[in-house]
């Protein structure tokens, strides 16, 4: 079982080490699965977006899209919570 201990324990701190990331990067990070639902959200995002991780977290990153660009895979304008837009590089 020592084994599974030390595996267990690694995975935390794996997962620490994510969320300290995730709340002090300067640039948004926004991770998404393989059918575009986003997983994490970065305190950066949180600012640039106007989201709460809870809000984003579980929706399709096209939330994040304004009209034109949630088909495409080169977003050049992002969209806040409140509809404004922005440009984005991804």
């Known amino acids: 079982m020592t084994s599974y201990h030390e595996a267990e324990a690694a995975l935390r701190e794996r997962e620490a080490r994510v969320r300290s990331i995730l709340e002090t990067v300067p640039g948004a990070i926004v991770t998404i699965d393989e059918k575009g639902i986003i997983e994490s959200f970065s305190a950066a995002a949180t600012r640039l977006f106007g989201y709460k991780p809870e809000e984003a977290i579980g929706q ?6 304004p009209f034109p660009y949630h088909g495409t895979g080169s977003v050049v304008l992002g ?3 409140d509809g404004t837009t922005f440009p984005w590089s991804s």
């Open 79 to 81: 969209r806040r919570h």
């Open 60 to 65: 399709n990153v096209k939330i994040l899209m």
